[in-house]
Each structure stands twice: as structure tokens, then as C-alpha cells.
């Protein structure tokens, strides 16, 4: 590897989280019946028109700001033609001559904490295309519209990435800016955000580039991780073997785990773009920029900074926990009203992870209450309830629970604090397990540990822990 | 410059229409004519003049991002030459 | 045989008079067209009878109940076939859209429904409203009703010979490069394009969007501003559509056009043009004159750049507003299409016509890599150069007088080699390619007894004052309420 340098460029396809189509009033709704958000305009029947959907331009404008463009005051739809059955108009509608953002640039921080920069070329804003079905016999297509002319921005860095890593740390990175603009709900199962690699492979220090190669259909980090890997050693392998590289685009083929050659017309595309008479130009003033200006959110960067100075997180974990703006916000409304919020991000990092990962839930369908969940927290600061009771509540909470102290009451939760009944249960304890305690006496410090799980154990899970060492301690010392 | 029968076929096979092959050579002949005529427009001097696209000052009309009535699907589909309850169906695609 | 001389407005006062029932109308019209349209072959679709005295009934009721306020309440008309009527076939005359029934209505059809007037059916154009003579539909030539051996002009070539052959009032035409006009002048009839955007578009099967835009065609100017009444202002579905002042053109026409200032065209004069037509138009100026206008004989330098620039622009455009017939979702398909890229070429091969393939490769060429520069972007910067002299034009002079074509109109079949196919556009052009309002009208006719249109083109948004200069010709001339009948014609 280190006799080759790895020139790596991203095309990401978002699609905006409007309500309707961009040229039409069609539900954007995902996973809705076939051709069912569909009228005669996104199914390009005759003398149809586009009209332009304004919530577009404002989300477009809001990317380009968040992601450190310079927004163009001049912008048409321009008219890419080409003919494939997923696009009715045999056009697509983009912005080739006058993109709407220019010149961005984004700050990165690596997972080693090194800095590195990325270069945005250019968002440009454009139509989507429908869905082909292949039939379960396989002897015909279906066509499905519902995709067709939803809103997307095409964010195009320049080749400024050299290994997957950077990559990854790139696209993060312009994810969360989109989910904190709420652009975009960025589901890239979904399909809402696509991204497409341009990678190229030149001898080490080289100022010359060498041949690119296209690799589309990534749909997760792990997919892109891994085209990555295998593409880079494609170019190598045929670099160092004499072999040649074709610019081509390559569809990876994620269970393979191999990229291959996208079948390619005997004609090289020919586009023919010209600007879209049906489209009046927009024009974005200075006060539109401003606004857009203002109601900007505070990213995640920002936010992660705050929250090791405002709550005393470590780096760590607030960036983790600034990675989902949605999770994010429970936090930040949760620790306000906790008296530790070092306990709400333990147990948010710890066992809300675990469910959200064990049901497969994304942060958008969490209904924790921030109340119920301080109220939980404090439980446990305050000594109501242990850690091990505290499972269970938590788990209440997670499913949308709001009255905690009634939950602790009615399933007999309430940490026992009593130092008699704890003495009962340690003097128990020890009179049935006299192995035990002549070991521990005999220096086997481990056997320590199970006379205070049996002790636990006989105040079914709710001893306040601190006090049943302390107790049993003493009694052994005795 | 000259239009060609090769030229022809390849603005057919960009608009995605077959021809007969007796119709190329006169269909080169034809656009041949046509752009000499068209050609006169390189008899002026437009340096410096800017593309007009759009007429008048019209501008950034723009549509509120509100739902429309959903459409009848029934409708949608019923001019198509195949198609299901659901769908238009086109001969099968290969990836 | 005719409805009726009657007018569009006089038939629309006699129906809210109660001398005459819709029904009626409606019947007259169905009869005229039994009766003539075997020669004229100017429809392409007729509603079912049934359905028509059904729509017939409801509006008499809604004028009984006055709910009806149009003046052309009840009064029967055609619509162009290029232009969408939810529920009833729509073919372009195109083998393409042979079985087409669109899911929606264009809105001038919606606003004409509105208004009370009774759509009879759809009327026969040049395939994709491309062309100058409506020989090329895939149903059938249309034929002048002045002469059943001569083509009524195109596209519109229907809309002009319905009105002309008194099968119904009035009618609906698209004009992309002339297509009203020239049908309007070799038919006899008023032809009317509206400034771009003043009448929406939506529905109206695109040609070339920048140029496109629908307008009326009618006995007389009376009738254009009373139609343009129920078909202009803005439309929430073409953005293009411009927001217009409220303000009737029909209660504007004064017929006083004393002290305007109107520039005859020199190049109406050229060695192509028409000796008869030549004198008609000189006739014409001094009708003005005599009205109180100014005419003035000026130059227009860039008249021969007019034709290159839009053939360039309206092909490039139409190139790709027609890539969307692939025989996927509506329109033919090729029975023995295989695979997918059979469905593509077979299905656009059979279901184009050669005038549509041969504009569609035309203007793929043009924006073709390597050719765009040389081609499409300097025919937008020659389009410039002609607004500007227009608007120049338009700084001294309130209108430009000029013939709508340098002839009347050819034999059918009459072969035309590609130059003369755009010379018969020649005068009609410049207005779209700069948006500009202008009227065709009768101005007398030639040795052969063939009407001879002249035309008026005015200021961007000035539709209300284009429409009183010809309302002022026709008060003092009566060219226009000649027929067929009494011609050489039908």
C-alpha cells in the first residue's frame, strides 16, 4: 500500500424530507402502495407541467450553509435527457449550468483526532427517479413512480479523501449536519441518502491522477467500508500486474463483496443539456440567505463541546451521544432536569443502546418521557432504587412509562436502606454458607463477592448495595 | 459540415427511433439542407451578447409545500399498453 | 352547409334571449359536421351525441337559473386535439396517441367548460402540431373550405377550416411558430396569439414550451377578445402563466385607434411575396390611415434570422418534450417490441410520423455535445439581438402591420422542399420567439378568390390593444364575414 496513493471522491444523493415531490403535489411518504403518490404530472403524461416546490429551495440553501458553501443567487432547472423506463419525461430535472451551492468546505476530526478538510465542489438540486420491479417470474418490469420526482440534492466533494476511514468520518459528518437541519431523514436503507464513490489510484507523492472508477449501490457505512477496500486493491492488483483500469461505473454487489462492471452503451452519453423552458429562473435574495442563516441549529460539534463543559461528559461519549440529533435532544432535555447527568448518559449509552439495538429501533421511534426518565435517574442518584431494580425500571421507562415512583411502589422495587432487615438477611446468609465463610476467612477474597450476591439474592435485588458490604463486612470481621 | 448517413444514425439511435435504411441517406440529405439554411445565423457577430432564455422578469414561482387530493391510480394506468392493478409493466430489464 | 353566420357573441345573446335553445345549437353543429366534415376532414374525435344534449340540458339550465354569466354561455366550439379533455380521446393526430384518453383537462378547457360552452369535439392538426399545412396527421389531411384542392394551413389546420366551414363557432388553436395564424389567413378566419404566458398551458401537449401558448380562433375580433376573456390570466399549474389585470378585452374594444402609430413591415413587400398580397396590404395600411393611424414603411434588419433561430430553439425543444413517448406508460407501443430497447426504437419509429422524426433529429443535433455552442446557445443569443430590435421597434411604434404569409394557401400535396416549409413561418415567428401578442385577420383576398390575412403584432401584455386595431379594421371592412359558401369554396 504505501508504494500507491488512493484518491477518493463522494457523490451523495439526499433526498429532502418535503412533504411533496418537487414539481408536483405527490406525498414523498415512504413505502406507500405502487403508483399511489402519483398524478398525471410525475407520470409525464402529455401537456403536464413542473412547478417547483419552494420548501426545496429553502432545505437546499440550508444544506449549502451547513456545509460551508457560498449559495448562487442565479438558479434553473436544467434538462438532462436520456431514456431509461424509471424516468417518464425522458429527462431528468436538474441544475447543470447554475448549481445552487458552490465552493463548501467541511472540517473533519478522524477517529485518531488528526483534522482533515474536505471540499465541497458543488450541491446541485434535481428530481429523483422511480422504481423499477422485476416481476417473481422474472419475464417482465413493474414501474413504480412513487420515487419519481422527489426532491434531491447531489452533494459533490472534491477528491479530497485517501482512505475509508476519511470516508466514512466525511459522510458522518454531512449526515448529521442534514439530520440537524432536518433536511433530510438520511436512511440509507431507505434509499434517502445514496452515495456514490469515485476512487482512483496514483503512485505515492504522483501529482497525476490515475483512472477513476464509479462504484454505486453503497448502502450502509460497512458497505462503503468494504467497496472501498476491495476496489483500492482492484486498481492496485492491476496497476502492479501491468493489467489496465477502464473509467467505468462499477455496481458493488454488497453480499459478493466484489464491485463489478456496470453493463455500458455502445454510445458514451450524450446528455444534451439545455436549461428547462418550463422553469422560471429563482432568483435567492440576500434576506432568504439571512434567514436561512439564522435559523441554523447548533451542529454537532458544537453541541458535543457543550455537553463535556455543561454536563462534564467526557469526549467520548458526547460524541456519541451528538452522533443522533433526536438522541441528542433526550439527553440534553433529560440531564437538565436530573441531578446527575453522568447517570443519564450511563444508562442512555448503556441500556437504551441495548433496546434500541435489540428491537431494531431507530432514535425517531423512541417515546422515552425526558421527565420519566430523570425522575429514573434521580432514583438511582438518590438511593431509592439499585442498579439492579433499575433494569427493569428503566425498561418501563424505554417503553414510554411516565410515573416511576408509582411504577418502584407497585412492583415492590424501593431499595431496602434498613440496616436491620439487611443484618437479618447477612446473619441468614451466613449461617448457611459456612464454606464460604471460612474461605473468605482463609483469604479467598472472591468468595466475598457471592456471600454479598446471596445476600442480595434474600432481599430479592433491592439492598442498597453500599450498605450490604459494609454489614457483611462487618459481620465477617466479628 | 456535412451530415452523414453514420451521423444520422447516431442522432437515431440518440433519440431512440428506429429507421429504414432507405430513409437514412435521404434524411441526410434533408438535415443537411435544413442546417445550411440554419447556418446563416453564424453570419452574425453576437459577441458579448447574452443568452435569452427566459422572457420578461418572470421569477421564483414557486408552490407551498402542501399535499394535493391523491390521484386515481385506475386512471393513471389506463392508457398503458400492459399494465396490472398496480403497475405499468414493460418488457423485463436487465440490470 | 353552415350553422349559421351568426357570431359566437350573437349566438351566445340570441341562447340567453331564449330565441334559441342550447340544444339547438348543439344539434346545428352536429348537423353542419354530418354534413361536411366527410370533405373538410376537420375532426378528428365528435363527442357521443347523447352525452352532448346531456351537457347541453345542464347548461340551459344554468343560464335559465342565471348562474351563467359568460356572454359565449352555450355556444358550441372545437378544441385543438393537442389540447388534454379528461375522458375523451386526445391523439396530437399523432399514430403515437392514436388511443390516448387523457386522466385530466387542460385548463382552458376547464375555463371554456366554466364559462358554459359546449366542447363538440376534437379538431384535426399537423402531427404534434408540427407543420404549416395539417397534411401530416396520422387521421387524414385537412382540407380548405374554400377550396377542397388546397391545405388550410397549419397546425391548426382544423380549428381554422371548423370555423371557416361554419361547423362550429369558435375554437381553440396552439402557435408555436404561426400554427393559429397561418391556418387563420389561408381559412379566412381571426386567429389570436395571446402574449406568452397570458393563457395557461397546462394540457396543452408541449411542443416547444418557450414558444408555445393556446389561443382562439373566430369569425371575427368580437368573438377572439370574448374567448381570450375565459381563457387568460394566471394558472397555479404553469408557472409561466402570468397574473393579469381583471379587465374585460371585450368591453375594451373601442374600434378608436386614432393617433397610433404603426410600423408596416418593408419585407412585405419582397420579391417572395405575393403581388395579390402585396396589395392587400397596402389596402390595409391605408384602412389604418383612414382609421387615424400612423403607418410608416420601416426595415426589420434581422427579419432573414428570425427562421434559422426558431427552427434551432423549436426543434431542440420539441426534441425533448417528445422523448417522453416511448410506449412505456401511455401511447404505442411496437406489437413485436421484444425487449426494452425494441420498445424504445420500435415504438417511436412506428408511432412518429417522418415530419415529427425528422424535427426530433434536428433538434437532437443541435443540442448534441459539440454542437450546442454553435447552435442552440447562439440561436438564444440571436433571439436576444431580435427582442432587442423588437423592443426598439415598439419604442417608437405601438404595433408592426405585415401579412401572416407571402401567399395564400398551396394545393395539397404540393411538394415543399425544407426551405420553402419554413418560409411559409417567415412573418409569423418573430412574435413567439420574443412573446409578443399578434393577430391574424382577413384582409381581402386574392385573383383566385383565397382569403388573404394580414396581421398585427403589438408590445408584450398590449393582447387588449392588438385585438382593437383588427376590432377597428373590421368596423369599417367586411372581408371577414365572407364564407366559404359564397366562394369559390364548399
Not at chain 1, 482492484?234 to 455496481?251: F, K, M, N, W, Y
Not at chain 1, 461528559?313 to 446527575?340: V, Y
Not at chain 3, 425494441?342 to 426530433?360: A, D, K, M
Amino acid at each position: 500500500m504505501k508504494n500507491w496513493d488512493i484518491v477518493i471522491g463522494l457523490e451523495i444523493h439526499v433526498e429532502l424530507s418535503t412533504k411533496t415531490k418537487i414539481f408536483c403535489g405527490c406525498s414523498t411518504a415512504f413505502g406507500a402502495p405502487s403508483n399511489t403518490n402519483c398524478c398525471p404530472g410525475c407520470t409525464a403524461m402529455p401537456g403536464t407541467l413542473p412547478v417547483f416546490n419552494e420548501k426545496v429551495l429553502e432545505y437546499a440553501v440550508k444544506a449549502g450553509l451547513g456545509l460551508g458553501c457560498e449559495i448562487q443567487r442565479y438558479n434553473q432547472f436544467d434538462r438532462k435527457n436520456y431514456f431509461y423506463p424509471d424516468l417518464p419525461t425522458a429527462y431528468q430535472n436538474s441544475q447543470f449550468f447554475f448549481p445552487i451551492c458552490k465552493n463548501g468546505r467541511v472540517d473533519i476530526t478522524l477517529p485518531s483526532g488528526e483534522a482533515h478538510s474536505v471540499r465541497i465542489h458543488q450541491i446541485h438540486m434535481e428530481a429523483d427517479a422511480g422504481k423499477l420491479i422485476h416481476s417473481p417470474a422474472g419475464d417482465c418490469t413493474y414501474l413504480d413512480d412513487n420515487r419519481g420526482s422527489m426532491p434531491l440534492i447531489e452533494i459533490v466533494s472534491h477528491p479530497d479523501m485517501s482512505s475509508a476511514e476519511e470516508v466514512l468520518a466525511y459522510l458522518a459528518h454531512v449526515k448529521s449536519t442534514l439530520e440537524y437541519l432536518d433536511v433530510s431523514d438520511c436512511q440509507m436503507q431507505e434509499g434517502s441518502l445514496r452515495v456514490d464513490v469515485n476512487l482512483s489510484v496514483k503512485p505515492a507523492g504522483s501529482t497525476t491522477l490515475g483512472t477513476r472508477t464509479e462504484m454505486k449501490n453503497l448502502n450502509s457505512f460497512r458497505a462503503i467500508q468494504r467497496a472501498i477496500a476491495f476496489e483500492s486493491e482492484r486498481h492496485i492488483d492491476a496497476l502492479e500486474s501491468g493489467g489496465e483500469l477502464v473509467q467505468e461505473t462499477r455496481r458493488w454487489d454488497d453480499n459478493k463483496g466484489e464491485s463489478f462492471a456496470m453493463r455500458s452503451k455502445e454510445n458514451a452519453q450524450d446528455y444534451r443539456y439545455f436549461p428547462d423552458p418550463d422553469i422560471p429562473p429563482i432568483l435567492v435574495s440576500e434576506e432568504f440567505i439571512q434567514r436561512c442563516r439564522d435559523s441554523q441549529p447548533e451542529f454537532q460539534a458544537e453541541k458535543a463541546a457543550r455537553f463535556v463543559a455543561d454536563f462534564g461528559l467526557n469526549p467520548k461519549d458526547a460524541a456519541t451521544i451528538t452522533a443522533d440529533r433526536k438522541i441528542a435532544a433526550l439527553f440534553e432535555e433529560t440531564a437538565a432536569l436530573a441531578q446527575s447527568p453522568k447517570e443519564v448518559s450511563t444508562w442512555l449509552l448503556g441500556d437504551m443502546m441495548y433496546h434500541m439495538g435489540d428491537r431494531g429501533l431507530e432514535s425517531s421511534a423512541l417515546t422515552i418521557n425526558p421527565a420519566a426518565f430523570a425522575a429514573f435517574a434521580n432514583a438511582i442518584t438518590g438511593g431509592e432504587i439499585n442498579r439492579t431494580a433499575g433494569k427493569q425500571v428503566f425498561e418501563y421507562v424505554f417503553d414510554g412509562g411516565d410515573d416511576v415512583p408509582a411504577y418502584i411502589k407497585a412492583h415492590g422495587l424501593g431499595q431496602i436502606n434498613d440496616d436491620g432487615a439487611i443484618k437479618a438477611a447477612v446473619d441468614k446468609v451466613l449461617a448457611s454458607n459456612e464454606k464460604a465463610v471460612e474461605e473468605y476467612r482463609a483469604g479467598k477474597e472472591k468468595s466475598f463477592g457471592f456471600l454479598v450476591g446471596q445476600v442480595m439474592r434474600e432481599l430479592q435485588g433491592k439492598g442498597n448495595p453500599g450498605q450490604i458490604n459494609a454489614v457483611l463486612k462487618q459481620s465477617l470481621e466479628a | 459540415m456535412r451530415i452523414t448517413d453514420e451521423m444520422v444514425q447516431s442522432l437515431a439511435e440518440l433519440s431512440q427511433i428506429e429507421l429504414s435504411a432507405d430513409w437514412r441517406g435521404s434524411l441526410a440529405e434533408e438535415i443537411g439542407q435544413t442546417l445550411a439554411y440554419i447556418n446563416v445565423l453564424h453570419n452574425l457577430n453576437t459577441d458579448g451578447t447574452e443568452p435569452l432564455v427566459y422572457l420578461g422578469t418572470i421569477s421564483n414561482v414557486m408552490r407551498p409545500d402542501v399535499l394535493a387530493e391523491p390521484f386515481d391510480r385506475a386512471l393513471l394506468l389506463q392508457n398503458a399498453p400492459q399494465h396490472t392493478e398496480e403497475a405499468f409493466v414493460v418488457p423485463k430489464i436487465v440490470g | 352547409m353552415q350553422i349559421t353566420n351568426l357570431t359566437a357573441l350573437e349566438v351566445g345573446a340570441e341562447i340567453r334571449a331564449g330565441k334559441r335553445s342550447v340544444r339547438e345549437a348543439v344539434l346545428a353543429a352536429l348537423d353542419a359536421i354530418g354534413a361536411t366534415d366527410g370533405q373538410i376532414n376537420a375532426f378528428i374525435t365528435v363527442q357521443n351525441r347523447e352525452a352532448l344534449l346531456a351537457r347541453a340540458d345542464e347548461v340551459q339550465a344554468q343560464i335559465n337559473s342565471g348562474i351563467l354569466a359568460s356572454p359565449l354561455a352555450g355556444v358550441p366550439i372545437g378544441i385543438k386535439d393537442n389540447i388534454c379533455t379528461k375522458g375523451l380521446r386526445t391523439t396530437a393526430a399523432s399514430k403515437m396517441l392514436a388511443n390516448f384518453v387523457p386522466p385530466y383537462s387542460a385548463t382552458v378547457v376547464e375555463r371554456l367548460e366554466q364559462a358554459g360552452m359546449i366542447v363538440i369535439g376534437k379538431l384535426n392538426l399537423d402531427e404534434f402540431a408540427m407543420g404549416t399545412t395539417s397534411e401530416s396527421s396520422f387521421f387524414g389531411p385537412v382540407k380548405n373550405p374554400w377550396d377542397l384542392s388546397r391545405v388550410p394551413g397549419g397546425s391548426s389546420g382544423g380549428s381554422a377550416a371548423a370555423v371557416a366551414a361554419g361547423e362550429v363557432y369558435a375554437t381553440l388553436g396552439t402557435d408555436t411558430g404561426g400554427s393559429i395564424r397561418l391556418p387563420a389567413s389561408y381559412c379566412g378566419v381571426v386567429g389570436f396569439k395571446p402574449t406568452y404566458g397570458a393563457v395557461s398551458r397546462y394540457g396543452a401537449i408541449a411542443c416547444a414550451s418557450s414558444m408555445d401558448q393556446v389561443g382562439p380562433l373566430t369569425k371575427d375580433v368580437a368573438d377572439a377578445a370574448a374567448m381570450m376573456d375565459v381563457l387568460k390570466g394566471k394558472d397555479s399549474r404553469d408557472a409561466l402563466s402570468l397574473d393579469l389585470p381583471d379587465t374585460s378585452y371585450l368591453t375594451a374594444l373601442s374600434g378608436d385607434i386614432r393617433g397610433k402609430r404603426i410600423a408596416l413591415l418593408n419585407e412585405s413587400f419582397g420579391a417572395s411575396v405575393d403581388a395579390d398580397v402585396q396589395a392587400r396590404m397596402r389596402a390595409a395600411a391605408e384602412t389604418f390611415r383612414g382609421l387615424g393611424a400612423e403607418v410608416t414603411e420601416i426595415d426589420f434588419p434581422l427579419f432573414d434570422y428570425v427562421m434559422p433561430t426558431y427552427a434551432v430553439l423549436a426543434n431542440a425543444e420539441a426534441s425533448s418534450n417528445l422523448a417522453r413517448y416511448d410506449g412505456m406508460r401511455y401511447g404505442h407501443r411496437a406489437e413485436g417490441a421484444r425487449n426494452i430497447e425494441e420498445v424504445y426504437r420500435l415504438s417511436r419509429g412506428e408511432g412518429f410520423g417522418p415530419g415529427v422524426v425528422r424535427r426530433i433529429l434536428l433538434g437532437t443535433y443541435v443540442l448534441s455535445a459539440g454542437q450546442y455552442d454553435s447552435y442552440y446557445k447562439k440561436a438564444l443569443q440571436v433571439k436576444a439581438l431580435i427582442a432587442q430590435q423588437l423592443d426598439a421597434i415598439f419604442a417608437e411604434y405601438d404595433a408592426i402591420l405585415c401579412p401572416c404569409a407571402s401567399a395564400t394557401a398551396p394545393q395539397i400535396g404540393e411538394t415543399l422542399d425544407p426551405q420553402k416549409r419554413f418560409l411559409a413561418d417567415v412573418f409569423l415567428a418573430a412574435a413567439n420567439l420574443a412573446g409578443l401578442p399578434a393577430l391574424a385577420f382577413p384582409a381581402g383576398f386574392d385573383a383566385a378568390g383565397m382569403p388573404i390575412g394580414a396581421q398585427i403584432i403589438g408590445r408584450r401584455l398590449t393582447d387588449a390593444e392588438v385585438l382593437n386595431f383588427g376590432f377597428a379594421f373590421q368596423s369599417v371592412t367586411d372581408c371577414h364575414k365572407r364564407t366559404p359558401g359564397e366562394g369559390a369554396g364548399v
